[in-house]
């Protein structure tokens, strides 16, 4: 047996299977997690959490909040009818401690796979002791440069011990502004988290914590034809692979788990908004929903939306960085899988029972040009052959390498690819581990910049093409934008992708006659060309309701560079009826720095009659670093000075704002 092979018998030999654990012990210890995650993020922790407490002899359920049968949260009453499976798993659930893993999104807005859940649990009919019987912690994923920090963390924990439910240990609250992101808090919560539990459950004389040099089994079985790893086959994808990624025209069975709205769109537009030599890449991309566009004689939208709402896709990773991660597995991409999830607790993929090819599921699936998490560090110092990388490894993983990781993964955004490129004595035993290793690719989601009562066809959006150097000058791309950027339908008339609508956070007031205010640099101005179009559709319509003022204060570098939708918002100022103004601030034309919150403070009387008498509705949209925080200060100025009142009675006003929503925000990084 060769030196490889016997590394990865001993791999092999030394994972641990559900059946190993001890299910004597684990009767009694019961651990149940639930998540809230928008963008993943939070479900990441909360499968950290999960691994950690198996190898601590839990008995561990892991979900989704919307997806946890509620009703397991109580105790089961005479009142209450259950069939036999449901009282099993109800008493499952019984004596376990709970743990909620959720994060805040928007405006303070709780996730999309958590909001049934958060519906229910405001029910008033629910009693101030209903959960009394229930242990359970929190722990929020947030950031501090917005105004409501981990917002939904907070409440979900005065709700529950509104209920009754007793808190085991106390909750934690991570910052994505954090040098070290959320593991600057994550590490040592979960450190106090362990030493409370084990306080709480100890492990009987002879059982001890499972140590991190064994593996648990992978969560999903990869079923192939013929043996992938270390074969030397020809790694290339062969023509007929070429000719299957070449096709353009998509089908919704690649992504059998979307949303129950989502359609095939065509691509009909891909337009540079920005001047040609200005350094960024602005895109103007449009979408036709009209069922003619996937066949049908009749031209009637596939989708409906409103102003504010927002578009979701899922991107396609490029062809050299699959080439590049094939070659460095030795995997030919012309392999057909199928997919079998061994681990109940983990997410589908969303192509389910169809096989596809290891190229597709580089290209459409897993992250692969995605920052590695902690995890795979952890779990990748299993595969070194090299002693050296195996040692690396293991720091990078455990909670002293935190700082180091930061400095080689986080701040450099390695990638997958890059990381595996790194490290060349990772060998995968089995392709099982590949799944464990790389998470799924998550879908984007952008807002809309067109209204569909001027465009009932048509979808719009946005796009700000990413590109950027890290601190060691390495030029970055973006996964998405990078892939929207091929999508080129002067030459190809036929480029559909699967999409869906999702509601934004942002909604218009109810009255066409109350005043708005956009606050939106670059392409954070994006909806507010929906809110116009749609109030000038109702215009036309309307029986001679007056318009109230619509104010949008738009921000970039340069007029002639990066004015997005000059031409749109110049013309609708000459249409007297809408009542429109622009307002704008160009940051490097002039010696000094002039920025969109300069621009309402220089305009502070026509603000403040706005906000204090016409109560306008405010809306912020664009990048969330400082911006959001900058033009809130610079209201609370307007507000105090212009009204003659202390700083605290203008944020106290703001506040009362932003409850009943005429204080808007929707900002991303």
């Avoid at 994923?141 to 105004?147: A, I, M, R, T, W």
């Avoid at 997919?339 to 992250?367: G, H, V």
């Avoid at 307002?583 to 603000?607: C, G, M, P, W």
């Amino acid at each position: 047996m060769s030196a490889y092979q016997s590394s990865h018998a001993t791999v092999c030999s030394s994972l641990i299977s559900n059946n190993q654990l001890n299910s004597c012990v684990m009767q009694e210890r019961k651990i149940t997690i639930l998540y809230g995650s928008q963008t993943g993020c939070a479900q990441e922790i909360a499968e950290r959490i999960q691994r950690d407490a198996k190898r601590r002899h839990f008995q561990v359920k892991l979900s989704a909040l919307d997806d946890f049968p509620i009703q397991h949260l109580f105790l089961p009453t005479n009142a209450t009818t259950t069939t036999n499976h449901e009282e099993m798993d109800t008493q499952q659930q019984q004596g376990s401690l709970f743990i909620f893993v959720v994060s805040t999104t928007g405006q303070g807005d709780e996730p999309d796979n958590m909001k049934k859940f958060w519906t229910f649990l405001r029910r008033k009919s629910l009693t101030a002791n209903c959960l009394n019987h229930l242990k359970f912690t929190v722990f929020g994923l947030g950031d501090s440069s917005y105004q409501k920090f981990n917002f939904v963390a907070k409440k979900l924990h005065r709700r529950l011990l509104q209920l009754g439910a007793k808190e085991f240990y106390t909750r934690g609250f991570a910052d994505d502004q954090h040098p070290n992101g959320v593991d600057g808090t994550l590490v040592k919560w979960l450190v106090g988290l362990w030493d409370c539990v084990m306080k709480l459950y100890p492990l009987p004389a002879g059982v001890e914590i499972i140590q991190p040099t064994l593996l648990f089994e992978p969560r999903y079985k990869v079923h192939v034809n013929d043996v992938l790893m270390g074969s030397g086959g020809d790694n290339s994808v062969g023509q007929s692979q070429q000719q299957l990624v070449g096709q353009l025209g998509e089908t919704l069975d690649y992504y059998s788990g979307l949303p129950s709205n989502a359609i095939v769109a065509k691509v009909i537009e891909n337009s540079r908004m920005t001047s040609e030599n200005h350094w960024q890449d602005v895109r103007h991309i449009v979408f036709d929903i009209s069922s003619s566009s996937n066949g049908q004689e009749e031209e009637e939208p596939l989708l409906k939306y409103e102003p504010g709402d927002v578009v979701g896709f899922y991107p396609k990773n490029l062809h050299e960085p699959i080439y590049q991660l094939l070659n460095r597995l030795n995997l030919n991409g012309e392999q057909k899988i199928y997919i079998e999830k061994i681990d109940k607790d983990a997410p589908d993929f969303p192509f389910q029972n169809r096989a596809i090819t290891i190229f597709e599921l580089f290209e459409r699936y897993l992250d692969i040009q995605g920052t590695p998490r902690r995890y795979f560090f952890e779990l990748a110092s299993h595969f070194a052959m090299d002693s050296e990388e195996k040692e690396r490894l293991e720091y990078f993983g455990s909670s002293d390498g935190t700082d180091d990781l930061y400095r080689y993964n986080h701040k450099e955004k390695r990638t997958y690819v890059e990381v595996f490129e790194d490290f060349k004595s990772i060998k995968l035993p089995k392709l099982d581990f590949l799944l464990d290793l790389i998470p799924q690719m998550k879908p984007r989601y952008f807002s809309i910049s067109s209204s569909q009562s001027m465009y009932p066809n048509q979808i719009h959006i946005c796009v700000a093409i990413v590109k950027f150097t890290t601190p060691f000058k390495r030029t970055r791309f973006g996964v998405c934008t990078s892939w929207l950027t091929t999508l080129d339908p002067v030459n190809n008339n036929n480029i559909q992708i699967p999409i869906w609508i999702t509601k934004g956070t942002m909604t218009l007031p109810k009255s066409l006659e109350t005043p708005m205010i956009m606050v939106g640099p670059g392409t954070g101005v994006a909806p507010f060309r929906s809110f116009i179009q749609d109030r000038l559709i109702k215009l036309e319509s309307s029986t001679g309701v007056p318009l109230g003022k619509s104010v949008i204060v738009f921000g970039n570098r340069n007029y002639n560079d990066d004015f997005l939708y000059k031409d749109d918002f110049e013309q609708l100022e000459e249409v007297e009826q809408m009542n429109f103004k622009l307002l704008t601030a160009f940051s490097r034309d002039q010696s000094n720095k002039f920025y969109v919150q300069h621009k309402l403070f220089q305009e502070s009387k026509f603000i403040y009659d706005l906000v204090m008498n016409k109560h306008a509705y405010v809306y912020v949209a664009g990048n969330a670093k400082r911006m959001p925080t900058d033009v809130y200060n610079a209201f609370v100025k307007i507000i105090q000075q212009e009204g003659n009142i202390t700083q605290e009675e203008a944020i106290k006003y703001l506040s009362q704002m932003d409850a009943t929503k005429r204080y808007q925000q929707e900002t991303w990084y």
